[in-house]
């Protein structure tokens, strides 16, 4: 099933992309303050801030930290070098790991979001605070449109695995939208021996917020079954794994009890066809 990308599309995942970019900056992500420095400088108009205030919210910086580094941990422990993250938004993380020239890694979005993502990996390689390399791409695309996602396996070794990746796209679709993904991120997956990386939000943004119809899922389990039932093998990372390895508690003077509770019941899943 196919969905055209518009403008309506990006007007609702610009400030979705923007406030993660953001929550990034507080704790030590690679390339995440350059990365939100030039969007700034790309976005920002006169007298206005880039991101509004009530969008600015540190004391969720923790989760977005954690839910970045767990992520990584599940592609080294899977052994991925060749990876496809979808809706990447401006996340850090193809920056960091290309940095290992063994790696690949493509990412999708919307047009206009990728367009500006290429404007801020352009912008850090000018000013010297990346290196040029060849091994990272930027694809525009959407994860409901198969055909699109096909596509962007041109640049993959056929005879290696590859990660696939939707860091916090499937909060923002509704059940029969996440059917539609799922069921295109198996295709690929069928064809090779591949996993798919995933975080299902279960934090309260859409407060803050509008227009999303959102289709949260009620339990851990609730969302494992829903996978499962579509014919994925189900493994779960526990955000209480990385606690020790998180900067932004300590930067914003968080306990460990505050943490605990952010974290309670909160996973990244990795997925096998």
């Known amino acids: 099933m196919k969905e055209t990308t ?3 599309q990006y007007q609702k995942s610009l ?3 923007l406030l993660t970019a953001y929550e990034k900056t507080i704790a030590n992500i690679p390339f995440s303050q350059d990365i939100f420095h030039e969007l700034e400088q790309i976005l920002m108009s006169p007298g206005k801030s880039m991101l509004p205030e009530e969008l600015r919210i540190p004391s969720i910086a923790p989760y977005f930290e954690a839910r970045h580094k767990l992520i990584n ?4 422990e899977n052994g991925a070098t060749q990876v496809l993250e979808i809706a990447a938004g401006f996340s ?3 920056m960091e790991l290309t940095n290992n020239p063994k790696f690949t890694y493509v990412e999708v979005d919307l047009a206009e979001n990728i367009q500006l993502k290429r404007k801020v990996f352009q ?3 000018l000013k010297q605070r990346i290196s040029s390399r060849k091994n990272i791409f930027f694809e525009d695309g959407n994860a409901l449109d198969f055909s699109t ?3 962007t396996m041109k640049h993959f070794d056929k005879s290696e695995p590859v990660a696939i990746i939707a860091e916090g796209l499937l909060r923002y679709l509704t059940l029969q939208e996440k059917a539609i993904v799922a069921s295109n991120v198996k295709q690929l997956l ?3 021996s591949d996993i798919w990386i995933i975080s299902d939000a279960d934090i309260d943004l859409n407060r803050r917020i509008e227009d999303f119809d959102l289709n949260l899922f009620t339990s851990s389990n609730d969302r494992k079954r829903f996978f499962e039932k579509l014919g994925f093998g189900v493994e779960e990372y526990q955000y209480m794994r990385i606690i020790s390895e998180l900067v932004s508690p300590k930067k914003l003077g968080k306990t460990d009890e505050e943490i605990e ?3 309670k019941n909160k996973h990244v899943y990795v997925m096998r066809a």
């Open 6 to 8: 518009n403008d309506g």
């Open 15 to 17: 400030p979705t992309a």
């Open 73 to 76: 941990i599940a592609l080294l």
């Open 92 to 94: 850090s993380r193809g």
């Open 123 to 125: 912008a850090m390689v």
């Open 149 to 151: 996602l096909e596509t």
């Open 190 to 192: 069928e064809k090779r």
């Open 261 to 263: 509770r952010l974290f």
